[in-house]
């Protein structure tokens, strides 16, 4: 999945109304907090994308196991 720039600034702004990030950051910070953001995105969509082929995999190891029973 492509991170986009909306997926950053959404992320800042929840950030910002958490209060984690300051509402006011200079350029510097600004760009800080957007490098920070991009890789909490980035490990969210990691974590999501390995959970969803271990999931498909014990879906797919489950039928397996039971593939005996209805060949008969």
Avoid: C, Y
Avoid at 18 to 24: I, P
Avoid at 57 to 68: E, I
């Amino acid at each position: 999945m492509q991170i986009t720039d909306a997926m950053i600034e959404a992320g800042i702004r929840k950030a910002t109304d958490s209060g984690l990030l300051a509402a006011h950051p200079s350029h510097a910070e600004g760009a800080f907090n957007r490098a920070v953001m991009r890789g909490i995105i980035e490990a969210a969509i990691h974590e999501s994308d390995v959970h969803s082929l271990d999931a498909a995999a014990g879906s797919l190891r489950s039928r397996d196991r039971w593939s005996f029973f209805s060949s008969k």
